[in-house]
């Protein structure tokens, strides 16, 4: 509200006089009732001769909020005229937090059983089957590009991912937990890129990401990158002094007889 403030000035006058307050709250009340307005609390300008007086609001369940009602003098005229009447949040009142719309809202794990999250036409993480493939930019073979229109064709895909798409799935794996920043794989012994249970994507992430087939690791069925890692590594090993202690050597008694040696 401090920012909209300007100086008030005799043009002003009318507008901020008693008699205009009064007129205020005897129209606020009116609208509202007398039980949930307090006293006044400030005037503002807006324009000239254009003032929007203040007033508490002790309505219960609005702590902090104020009645504005909105005064106006016309030049010539001997009283002013109500504009409006509204309650507004003060600095210290409770809100509603901003509403953010229901897609921006979904995170993963939301979806359920029978729920469906269509996508929108202009998606640019992907695009017509007819169109996959990298742009061409002399480093793929035409003939390979070709071929890959080819096969998604036959699948029969309306679409599928664009270079966007690709790029922002790269990404959020990248920095999210099958990336190589977790505390998980900074422990480990070894990275993914060299595991036996590793396997490889194909297609233009297969240089980056695979899909963990380790049932005892964490991320069993799960896509991680090369520079990810856990402990279930298949050439993890324990160090020496974490290995258990030898058994001691078997010691013949030839003092105490056995059951067998009587038999």
């Known amino acids: 509200m401090g920012e909209n403030r300007r100086v008030m000035t005799t043009e002003d006058a009318p507008a901020l006089a008693p008699e205009a307050i009064e007129a205020a709250r005897r129209v606020l009340v009116e609208q509202v009732g007398e039980a949930v307005v307090g006293d006044h609390v400030e005037a503002v300008p807006e324009l000239a001769g254009v003032v929007t007086h203040y007033f508490g609001c002790t309505q219960p369940g609005y702590p902090g909020w104020r009645w504005a009602v ?33 897609r921006e809202r979904i995170r993963p794990g939301d979806l ?41 064709l036959a699948l029969g895909r ?8 690709r790029q922002l799935a790269a990404q959020r794996w990248y920095d999210g937990e099958p990336g190589p920043d977790v505390p998980l794989a900074q422990s480990a012994p070894a990275k993914c890129w060299s595991c036996g249970f590793l396997v490889r994507l194909a297609g233009p992430l297969a240089d980056t990401f695979g899909v963990c ?18 402990g279930a590594h298949s050439d993890a090993q324990l160090r020496k002094k974490q290995l258990p202690p030898p058994l001691p050597d078997p010691v013949f008694d030839t003092v105490s007889e056995d059951g067998f040696e009587t038999f």
Do not use: M
């Open 70 to 102: 909105t005064v106006a003098h016309v030049a010539e005229q001997d009283r002013v005229t109500v504009d409006e009447v509204v309650l507004l949040p003060g600095e210290d009142s409770i809100i509603a937090p901003a509403w953010v719309p229901w």
């Open 112 to 152: 359920s059983a029978g729920d469906i999250l269509p996508v929108e036409e202009d998606d640019e993480r992907l695009v017509p089957a007819y169109l996959a493939g990298d742009p061409g930019d002399g480093s793929r073979d035409s003939a390979a590009q070709v071929k890959e229109v080819s096969e998604e």
């Open 213 to 230: 087939a380790n049932e005892y690791a964490n991320d069993d069925g799960r896509v991680v990158a090369f520079l990810h890692g856990c």
């Open 158 to 165: 309306v679409r599928v991912l664009s270079v966007e798409g």
